[in-house]
Each structure stands twice: as C-alpha cells, then as structure tokens.
C-alpha cells in the first residue's frame, strides 16, 4: 500500500509547487557537490566545516562552495550554524546511498538532457530525446556500443533493481523444480549465472537482440558453469524469430516492461506457440502499485517517463492490474502472484496457458 499524506494547505501547497519548479536546477547542484567532493568533506567534518576549509579541501572557490552550500540549506540537505556547515540526513543519502547512487548517475547521465523531448516523445510515440546517446530506433539496439560512463551508470541502475531480487527469486524457482529455463532478455547474463551456479544439472538458455548476447557470452565464458548456457540470439519483436522449445520453464526479469500492451501480447503468444503446451512461464516486475513505500513507486513512475522519452517510446512500469490483464489477452492466466519478501520492489507472476 502506498502512503497516503494529509492535504496540504494552500501555503504549503505553493511552496511545494516553487520547489518543482526549480527541481532541475537543484538537481544539478546535487550533482555538482557529489563530483567536486563536497558532499563528502561535509560528510567527514562531523562538527562542521567553515567555506574556506571546505574550499581548501575541494579546490573548489569560496563563491562556489557558498552558493552550493545556500541551495543546500534551502533544500534541506545542508545546515549551518556559526558559519560551520554540516550535511543534513537527506545530504548523507544523496551523497552514500546505493539506492540514490544508481538513480541520480541514472538521470544525469542517461536522462537528464533527452527527458527536454518528453512532450515531443508522446505526441510521436516515438524515444524522440535518444538522440541525445545514438542513433538508434530504440536504446535497447545501442547498449552494448553506449560510451562511458553512460553504460556503467545505466547497468548500475538496471542491476540495482534487479541484483537484490535473486536469491528470493532463485528460491521461488527452486521451489517449483525445473532444469533448463529459457531466460529472455537475459542481459550481461547475471541471473543465468546464477541459476546455473544452483547445480550441475541447472542450465539456461538465453534469449536476447545479438549485442547483449555477446555481452552475456563475455561475462559467464569467465564461468565454469558457462558449459550450462546456450544463447539463442533474436529480435524478439521480429515476425520470422521464433524462441527455442525444448524447456522446462520461460523466466522473464524485469523484460516486457520494455514494450508496449501489443508488443506483450505479441511476445507471449510467440512464446506459446514454441514451447511445450503447459511449460510455466515466470513473469517478474516492479508493479508500481505492489510497492510498500512511496519513494519506490515515484522511482517507478520516473522511470516509465524515461521508457517514452528515450528507451522505446511505448513502454512503461506498469500497475499489476493492467499487466495481468495484457497476459490475460495473450491467452495465459496467472495461477500465482508472488510478492517476493515484504519490502521487495518485485513480484512474481506464475502463468500458464489459459486455454
């Protein structure tokens, strides 16, 4: 359940609304303390630290540090008492926070400047602010050739939201005991990797567009478990690809975010008409409205913003309901709907063919 807040009043109402307006030039403030070290020269000074220390320590000049600093204060992040400086709890997360770390790296370095195309993106259906990274018709075709460090922050933000979520995952799969699972979108190939590594007879066979396959063939040829994997390069949108067929289950983590109702639906029924009839198919998401806490659905709704403007254009973090409806319409039920721990971002959905 997401936590709902008391109405605010008029006056707090427009102080907020100032807040949002000037968000993008405070965000880049953020940025600008976490690189030049002064973040972290406020973090070390537990009592405190005056501007000419703190301009000595970063080589940053007085006027710098004292107009970062007066954000600060007004943002909330940085007190000040008799001219000594200190980071507020909110300063400490944005400054060392894994959490915080992935999502701003995210934004600045593969969002800021192409979220300007937003309203360009929707009325276009088209990721018209990519352009900003490469030439590409989607991101998903440029990952493996993105330069640095925009790669490392966008795997950063990828393999946080999905990193955390395997141990719980790999116990749900292990509970329902298959041996050879048809991983699709299986990225840099972690979570194959991981699956492999549960035994010998454990193997996986992972889907992907060919630049992320080669990818994930760098990463676990360093395995000796990389004998377990087969990699089954494929546009999985494309109307002649079809997927491999003799498996015991489909895992698909964190992948049909990345496309549209009908690109679903799409996808789904490729699925079902090449694998065995009654071979479960393993759905995991970040539903937006499954999650505990506020921030993580604000995440969420922030990222499906990123999906239209430069991943895809047609893509989304969708809310369970509207989901199982899309499964529903490829012709699959969902027989289980598994929430992986209390305060997880995922949920599992079991699915079977419905007719």
């Known amino acids: 359940m997401l936590h709902t807040k008391p109405e605010l009043s008029a006056i707090e109402a427009k102080e907020l609304a100032q807040q949002w307006a000037f968000a993008p030039i405070f965000f880049q403030a953020i940025m600008c303390m976490r690189r030049m070290g002064i973040f972290s020269a406020l973090i070390k000074a537990r009592n405190g630290i005056s501007i000419s220390d703190l301009a000595e320590e970063t080589k940053v000049s007085e006027y710098g540090i004292l ?3 007066e954000a600060g204060i007004t943002a909330g992040f940085v007190t000040e008492s008799e001219e000594k400086y200190k980071v507020t709890k909110v300063g400490y997360f944005l400054a060392n926070d894994p959490m915080t770390d992935a999502n701003i790296d995210f934004v600045n370095d593969i969002c800021y400047e192409g979220m300007f195309h937003l309203q360009e993106s929707i009325e276009q259906s088209s990721p018209v602010g990519l352009k900003k990274l490469g030439d590409w018709p989607t991101l998903y075709e440029g990952l493996s050739k993105l330069k640095e460090p925009i790669k490392t922050s966008w795997f950063k933000f990828d393999h946080y939201y999905s990193d955390g979520s395997f141990n719980d995952a790999l116990d749900f799969l292990a509970s329902n005991d298959h041996n050879h699972i048809m991983d699709i979108g299986g990225n840099t190939g972690k979570f194959a990797l991981a699956y492999t590594t549960l035994s010998a007879e454990h193997q996986v066979t992972i889907v992907d ?10 990463n676990i040829g360093q395995y000796k478990v990389a ?13 002649d690809g079809e997927t491999p067929e003799k498996v015991d289950a489909v895992w698909m ?14 996808i789904l029924e490729k699925i079902k008409r090449n694998v065995p009839k009654g071979t479960p198919i393993y759905i995991m998401e970040t539903f937006w409205d499954n999650q ?8 969420l709704t922030g990222t499906s913003l990123y999906f239209t403007a430069i991943a895809n254009g047609n893509s989304k973090m969708y809310g369970s309901k509207d989901f199982i409806e899309t499964v529903n319409r490829a012709g699959f039920k969902v027989d289980e709907e598994h929430l992986l721990t209390e305060d997880s971002y995922h949920t599992i959905l079991k699915c079977s063919e419905a007719f």
């Open 227 to 239: 004998d377990q994997v087969s990699y089954y390069p494929t546009d999985i949108l494309s109307e």
């Open 209 to 218: 567009l060919p630049g992320q396959i080669d990818m994930a063939q760098k």
């Open 67 to 69: 107009i970062l600093l």
């Open 253 to 266: 983590s964190q992948f049909l975010d990345c496309f549209s109702n009908d690109e679903i639906v799409f």
């Open 292 to 299: 505990k806490y506020a921030s993580a659905a604000h995440c």
